[in-house]
């Protein structure tokens, strides 16, 4: 079995301040990780994963994650956030060899202020 | 090239009463997942067909069933409606290999009176 915990539920920044969503799991076996996000009145729409190979992935609109096996984390990075990305973030994980099913976490708000 | 379309997009049902959503997912998928988001929380997953069957479920009551048609659309429909059924329902679409991501609709938002 697995769960995700993000470790916060809001996060607040200025514009162009860097910032860090946290997300760690809980897994028995091997997991890809995800990350979603999910703006007002909409589905969730995949922003990265990692499948395998290069620990740090990255997304066309300038987010990144780390794996790190040994603290089980995938926290998400952004150098330098607009008012665009103001959203829900999810982080979610499935176990290698079912069938992707995603457990995810509760969720972190981003604000991001002017 | 469509993405996951749901209908409806709103629904307000009462207690007791029985509902039907539908899913039709993206060109090329041929696994439905479904998944249960109430107001603050992430989503939970509620079952999953491929091949017209259901191969994998989380934990829902059996009041909780669904379906998936040979064109890969599928229903998820809720019996004996409670107050606490009210969510925000979303349906996932992926190819059937195990690690192929989920593609996510905008999902129904269902009310109970």
């Known amino acids: 079995a697995q769960s995700v915990t993000q470790l916060d539920s809001q996060v607040p920044v200025f514009e162009e301040a860097p910032v860090e969503l946290r997300c760690n799991y809980s897994?028995?076996?091997?997991?890809?990780l995800f990350w979603y996000v999910q703006y007002p009145n909409q589905g969730l729409q995949l922003l990265l994963k990692?499948?395998?190979?290069?620990?740090l992935v990255e997304s066309i609109n300038g987010f990144e994650a780390e794996f790190n096996k040994s603290q089980t984390s995938f926290h998400l990075r952004k150098p330098s956030v607009h008012i665009s990305d103001t959203a829900e973030y999810f982080c979610a994980v499935s176990g290698i060899g079912g069938y992707n099913k995603l457990i995810f976490g509760a969720g972190t708000r981003l604000a991001v202020h002017p | 090239d469509a993405g996951v379309t749901q209908s409806p997009t709103h629904l307000i049902k009462t207690r007791g009463q029985q509902v039907t959503l539908r899913c039709s997912p993206k060109?090329?998928?041929?696994?439905v997942s479904w998944y249960q988001q109430a107001l603050g929380q992430g989503p939970q997953f509620i079952f999953q067909y491929y091949e017209e069957e259901e191969r994998q479920r989380g934990n829902f009551p059996d009041r909780f069933s669904g379906h998936q048609f040979p064109n890969y659309s599928s229903e998820l429909n809720v019996n004996a409606l409670l107050l606490g059924d009210s969510a925000l329902y979303l349906c996932?679409?992926?190819?059937?290999?195990?690690?192929?991501?989920?593609?996510f609709g905008d999902g129904t938002r269902l009310s109970i009176l």
């Open positions: 897994s028995s076996v091997s997991v890809y």
């Open positions: 990692y499948l395998s190979g290069s620990t």
């Open positions: 996932a679409s992926s190819r059937g290999d195990g690690n192929q991501p989920q593609h």
């Open positions: 060109s090329g998928h041929d696994t």
